[in-house]
């Protein structure tokens, strides 16, 4: 008998109604607070590899309330060919029932959380948050973290870099539209002198940034997510570790962080976002280098925040993200 598709559903959310469940702010507050939260498990994260090249992630997490497992697929061999590289769903439960309650859009909870997860990390790491911030990547990151340091830590000033034209002046366009200055670069490295605040938000296929970044920079690289991977060159990683202060996003970090790791560093020594919330600074002077993997408790943390606050649709003129993001 075939099988007939049914219609979406019940609690399940577009790419669209998923961000409107994600304001950055209170984003990045659900951060901050499940960090604190001693009830919040999180196994660590299957990967399979898929006959064509790509990769399948299965991500999940709980705490007292709430269970969620975001699963993903990492399809390389679609970049540029309209398929979206990334595509899946985070699936949410009420611990005390059983009940699935929602169905999210998994890029989009990829894409927010990791930009959230920056700004959090800006918020306490950053010390010039005007800007210019210098986004290197134009991809979905690249426009994640526009949103997120524009409409959450107030940045004025954006620079774009990136090797598709198009794609710099796109997000120079979405800068202008929230009401900020903006414009595209050529040469990232040439960049760096000018701007105390850099989000590297690349496919991590090479290496972007060589030049050592400002004394007073912040930098948050997203973009490689496992030990084979860099954007970031190792003289660039070991610069700031001489000079100033690196942490990383989770302690999962310490065995994925490709930058680091290729640049001869020990990141297991090194501290995490936990660690900043529960007092520790970054060094009066000195760049700070942000190394962001990826971690199931930030999707937890976006799985709490959807939960709250329901399945409304976005507002007028809320841009639906790409689906591709990091893992």
Do not use: Y
């Not at 399809?75 to 169905?103: C, H, K, M, S, Y």
């Amino acid at each position: 008998m075939p099988i007939t598709p049914s219609s979406q559903a019940p609690g399940a959310l577009n790419a669209a109604a998923t961000a409107a469940c994600l304001p950055w702010d209170a984003l990045a507050d659900e951060i901050a607070t499940l960090l604190q939260d001693n009830t919040v498990s999180v196994p660590a994260r299957t990967v399979l590899s898929l006959p064509q090249g790509g990769n399948l992630f299965v991500m999940p997490a709980n705490d007292s309330r709430v269970a969620m497992a975001k699963l993903i697929t990492l399809t390389p061999a679609n970049t540029g060919t309209g398929r979206p590289a990334i595509q899946g769903d985070v699936v949410v439960f009420d611990v005390a029932t059983g009940e699935r309650r929602l169905v999210l859009d998994g890029p989009t909870i990829t894409a927010r959380r990791t930009a959230a997860v920056s700004l959090l990390a800006a918020r306490h790491l950053a010390r010039d948050r005007q800007g210019p911030l210098l986004i290197v990547g134009a991809g979905v990151q690249g426009l994640a973290h526009l949103e997120a340091f524009v409409l959450g830590l107030g940045v004025r000033d954006v620079w774009v870099a990136s090797r598709s034209a198009a794609g710099a002046e796109a997000l120079v366009r979405r800068a202008h539209a929230l009401g900020v200055q903006a414009r595209t670069v050529a040469d990232a490295d040439a960049a760096l002198p000018h701007c105390p605040l850099i989000a590297v938000c690349t496919p991590a296929h090479s290496v972007v940034l060589s030049a050592p970044p400002r004394p007073d920079a912040f930098v948050a690289a997203v973009g490689a997510f496992t030990p084979a991977m860099a954007e970031l060159a190792p003289a660039f990683c070991r610069h700031v570790a001489a000079h100033g202060h690196i942490v990383v996003d989770s302690e999962d970090a310490r065995h994925e962080a490709g930058d680091l790791l290729q640049a001869g560093l020990d990141v297991g020594t090194l501290p995490t976002l936990r660690d900043v919330l529960q007092g520790e600074r970054a060094p009066p002077a000195g760049p700070v280098l942000f190394k962001s993997c990826g971690w199931a408790g930030w999707d937890l943390a976006a799985a709490r925040l959807a939960m709250r606050l329901g399945t409304g649709a976005a507002p007028p003129g809320q841009p639906t993200p790409p689906p591709q993001a990091t893992p």
